[in-house]
């Protein structure tokens, strides 16, 4: 008898009709004897729809109620799983993040889980067949509803699993697993049966939102056996696993795009000691991440100094970097949010030279300018315009995965 952690996406519970359909399968695990904790986002739509009209009553509306705004569709898909399991005469509880005692930081709308004491499931465990856990939700020390960032139920689910000991922890959603690209951008993307936990970190952090990222930091950390499978079909999916056990050893295991980038310039900065410290400390202060940083040759004692943001932190920082260009004597700022981030990722870039050679050139054939480069020891990214971005994504997917053998 095993401890099995589902977890179902917002397309897996879109419906009345999907939530019977996952209300047969935790049946099915159970009938084979295995005790389910089930973990659930909204209903398809749902999270979206609640933002939509937080943000209709007030432009930025306080995270704290955002938080207990948006955690109510998973109460609600919650919920609707537990009564169509007890219809079907198995005895299931639901379990809001409080009551399941996960426990969070206070940073509303992007909590990180603390802690989760496991002793609650296994308590309602003992009393019921399966126990139904809203995701993306939590609890700060205050008793503050608090939730996850976008997409984290996957996080609830591994973070579930890692304190409860589970076997497995299941992701159930609408693609097969884990992909060598998006395949609902790239036709000719192969499902793969294993990938590292390091490939999947590179891969979540650079766009792949089949995962959330800290579901997969959580996952290495604790070796969390994460197996992500399609909702509509037995079909086997993706493990997510040790170095050791990903037999795929590739050069690229996978493409991404990033559309979360956005290309922030400072013109004609004084190359002197210290400058680009004056820029990067105030936008540290303020709680910006800086990604990929270039800065040019200096022409007449200036360069122009290039470094991407996120779109969030893009809206808000426009003030703040005119006041450092200011500050410093820059010319001024150009902000480009018109780029996109493709990156190729693998952990066999590690042993081989000429991968981000190939990449470059790859691109250059279809007339795609790089804008800025990043590399890390199994990643390559380039940053190019928008308008390419499709384009690139199915020239590098099929330059070095499009069939097995030319990788
Ligand atoms: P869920 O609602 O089940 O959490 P998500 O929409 O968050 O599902 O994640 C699944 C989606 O991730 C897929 O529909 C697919 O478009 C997207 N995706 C992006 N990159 C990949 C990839 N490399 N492999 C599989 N899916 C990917
Ligand atoms: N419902 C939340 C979202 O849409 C959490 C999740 O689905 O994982 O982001
Ligand atoms: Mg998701």
Same mark, same amino acid.
């Given at each position: 008898?095993?401890?099995?952690?589902?977890?179902?996406?917002?397309?897996?519970?879109?419906?009345?009709?999907?939530?019977?359909?996952?209300?047969?399968?935790?049946?099915?695990?159970?009938?084979?004897?295995?005790?389910?904790?089930?973990?659930?986002?909204?209903?398809?739509?749902?999270?979206?729809?609640?933002?939509?009209?937080?943000?209709?009553?007030?432009?930025?509306?306080?995270?704290?109620?955002?938080?207990?705004?948006?955690?109510?569709?998973?109460?609600?898909?919650?919920?609707?799983?537990?009564?169509?399991?007890?219809?079907?005469?198995?005895?299931?509880?639901?379990?809001?993040?409080?009551?399941?005692?996960?426990?969070?930081?206070?940073?509303?709308?992007?909590?990180?889980?603390?802690?989760?004491?496991?002793?609650?499931?296994?308590?309602?465990?003992?009393?019921?067949?399966?126990?139904?856990?809203?995701?993306?939700?939590?609890?700060?020390?205050?008793?503050?509803?608090t939730t996850l960032g976008r997409g984290g139920t996957d996080t609830s689910a591994v973070a579930i699993a890692a304190a409860s000991n589970a076997d497995v922890c299941e992701i159930y959603t609408d693609v097969d697993g884990v992909y060598t690209a998006d395949p609902n951008i790239c036709p000719s993307a192969r499902k793969l049966d294993c990938i590292s936990y390091e490939e999947?970190?590179?891969?979540?952090?650079?766009?792949?939102? %089949?995962?959330? /990222?800290?579901? +997969?930091? $959580?996952? *290495?950390?604790?070796?969390?056996? @994460?197996?992500? =499978?399609?909702?509509?079909?037995?079909?086997?999916?993706?493990?997510?696993?040790?170095?050791?056990?990903?037999?795929?050893?590739?050069?690229?295991?996978?493409v991404t795009t990033d559309r979360n980038a956005v290309k922030v310039t400072m013109r004609s900065v004084p190359d002197q000691p210290g400058m680009v410290a004056n820029v990067f400390e105030p936008l540290a202060e303020a709680n910006v991440s800086v990604d990929m940083i270039i800065q040019n040759i200096s022409k007449d004692q200036a360069t122009d100094l290039t470094f991407t943001?996120?779109?969030?932190?893009?809206?808000?920082?426009?003030?703040?970097?005119?006041?450092?260009?200011?500050?410093?004597?820059?010319?001024?700022?150009?902000?480009?949010?018109? %780029?996109?981030? /493709?990156?190729? +990722?693998? $952990?066999? *870039?590690?042993?081989?030279?000429? @991968?981000?050679? =190939?990449?470059?050139?790859?691109?250059?054939?279809?007339?795609?300018?790089?804008?800025?480069?990043?590399?890390?020891?199994?990643?390559?990214?380039?940053?190019?315009?928008?308008?390419?971005?499709?384009?690139?994504?199915?020239?590098?997917?099929?330059?070095?995965?499009?069939?097995?053998?030319?990788?």
């Amino acid at each position: 008898m095993g401890l099995y952690v589902q977890k179902f996406g917002g397309t897996s519970v879109g419906s009345p009709d999907r939530i019977r359909a996952v209300a047969e399968r935790i049946a099915a695990t159970q009938r084979q004897g295995h005790h389910v904790i089930a973990v659930v986002s909204a209903m398809a739509g749902e999270t979206d729809r609640l933002l939509r009209l937080g943000r209709e009553l007030a432009g930025q509306p306080i995270d704290r109620e955002m938080d207990v705004l948006v955690s109510s569709g998973e109460q609600v898909s919650s919920a609707l799983l537990s009564i169509t399991l007890n219809h079907m005469g198995i005895q299931a509880r639901s379990m809001m993040g409080f009551q399941a005692r996960i426990l969070t930081d206070n940073v509303h709308t992007k909590a990180r889980i603390a802690r989760i004491d496991a002793d609650r499931l296994k308590e309602a465990l003992g009393t019921h067949d399966v126990v139904v856990v809203a995701g993306f939700q939590g609890t700060d020390a205050d008793g503050n509803i608090t939730t996850l960032g976008r997409g984290g139920t996957d996080t609830s689910a591994v973070a579930i699993a890692a304190a409860s000991n589970a076997d497995v922890c299941e992701i159930y959603t609408d693609v097969d697993g884990v992909y060598t690209a998006d395949p609902n951008i790239c036709p000719s993307a192969r499902k793969l049966d294993c990938i590292s936990y390091e490939e999947m970190l590179e891969l979540a952090s650079l766009g792949a939102k %089949v995962l959330q /990222i800290r579901s +997969v930091e $959580l996952a *290495m950390k604790y070796g969390v056996r @994460v197996h992500v =499978r399609s909702s509509f079909s037995d079909a086997e999916g993706t493990m997510v696993t040790g170095e050791e056990e990903a037999l795929e050893s590739v050069v690229v295991a996978g493409v991404t795009t990033d559309r979360n980038a956005v290309k922030v310039t400072m013109r004609s900065v004084p190359d002197q000691p210290g400058m680009v410290a004056n820029v990067f400390e105030p936008l540290a202060e303020a709680n910006v991440s800086v990604d990929m940083i270039i800065q040019n040759i200096s022409k007449d004692q200036a360069t122009d100094l290039t470094f991407t943001v996120t779109r969030d932190d893009a809206d808000r920082i426009g003030d703040l970097t005119e006041r450092i260009a200011s500050d410093i004597g820059a010319s001024g700022v150009v902000i480009d949010n018109e %780029v996109v981030k /493709i990156s190729i +990722v693998g $952990l066999g *870039m590690r042993s081989h030279a000429g @991968v981000a050679a =190939r990449m470059f050139r790859l691109l250059a054939t279809e007339g795609i300018n790089i804008e800025a480069i990043s590399t890390s020891e199994i990643k390559t990214s380039c940053l190019i315009h928008e308008k390419y971005a499709e384009l690139a994504l199915r020239t590098l997917h099929d330059g070095f995965l499009a069939n097995e053998s030319s990788v």
